[in-house]
């Protein structure tokens, strides 16, 4: 079974930044996208960023020029690094990886104080 586990959550002011780290189990090369996602109660999961294993990056127009997604290989590790964060980033984080279907990491809560 794949393992994702997501780190780095916590509490900031907005205008500050925080970087959320998924470890995955094996190499994170099998996987053909791997991606952040956020959710709130009662809304949908949505997305926040996509890396492809080719190393394409798309991001949500919400985040666009204030979010990077970035991977290590040799950690098989992927990193979210938010900066300028805003009361609306407020979110439970979480890690996905696919191959033939999607994997979930438990999330990482982040909360951005006004």
């Known amino acids: 079974q794949v393992q994702l586990v997501e780190s780095g959550g916590g509490l900031v002011q907005a205008g500050g930044s925080l970087r959320l780290s998924c470890a995955a189990s094996?190499?994170?090369?099998?996987?053909?996208?791997m991606g952040w996602y956020r959710q709130t109660p009662g809304k949908q999961r949505e997305v926040v960023a996509t890396?492809?294993?080719?190393?394409?990056?798309a991001y949500a127009d919400s985040v666009k020029g204030r979010f990077t997604i970035s991977r290590d290989n040799t950690k098989n590790t992927m990193y979210l690094q938010m900066n300028n964060l805003k009361p609306e980033d407020t979110a439970v984080y979480y890690c996905?990886?696919?191959?033939?279907?999607?994997?979930w990491g438990q999330g990482t809560k982040v909360t951005v104080s006004s």
């Open positions: 890396i492809t294993r080719g190393g394409s990056m």
């Open positions: 094996g190499s994170i090369r099998s996987f053909n996208t």
């Open positions: 996905q990886a696919t191959t033939l279907y999607p994997f």
